[in-house]
Nanobody
Framework: VQLQASGGGLVQAGGSLRLSCAAS????????MGWFRQDPGREREFVAA????????VYADSLKGQFTISRDTAKNTVNLQMNSLKPEDTAVYYC??????????????????WGQGTLVTVSS
């Protein structure tokens, strides 16, 4: 399985960015896909997850309403729409995949596959 994240960049506070994760290497019907983020010196933080089969979603409580995760099953992509960005949203964002099961989604250790990360920088 390969996960290729893209879409990061520099944005001013209050702006928006859309991250995309291209998934390849197998069928993903049983997968749950997620996004995490990490600041240097901090633990990897759960952002959101989506079940491939039916689009069910889970969000970090602090990001609910600000970020939206979606998937495009025809293109095998998972997207993260980020609105009203704040400087504290600055981090490397990682796309991740869990092969089976829709549980423990807030734990980084539950995921089987990780992309390389894309840097999001929000300036004040």
């Amino acid at each position: 399985v390969q996960l290729q994240a893209s879409g990061g960049g520099l944005v001013q506070a209050g702006g928006s960015l859309r991250l995309s994760c291209a998934a390849s290497g197998r069928t993903f019907s049983s997968f749950t896909m997620g996004w995490f983020r990490q600041d240097p010196g901090r633990e990897r933080e759960f952002v959101a997850a989506i079940r491939w089969s039916d689009g069910s979603t889970v969000y970090a409580d602090s990001l609910k309403g600000q970020f939206t995760i979606s998937r495009d099953t025809a293109k095998n992509t998972v997207n993260l729409q980020m609105n009203s960005l704040k400087p504290e949203d600055t981090a490397v964002y990682y796309c991740t995949g869990k092969g089976y099961g829709y549980y423990n989604l807030r734990l980084a250790s539950t995921y089987d596959y990780w992309g390389q990360g894309t840097l999001v920088t929000v300036s004040s």
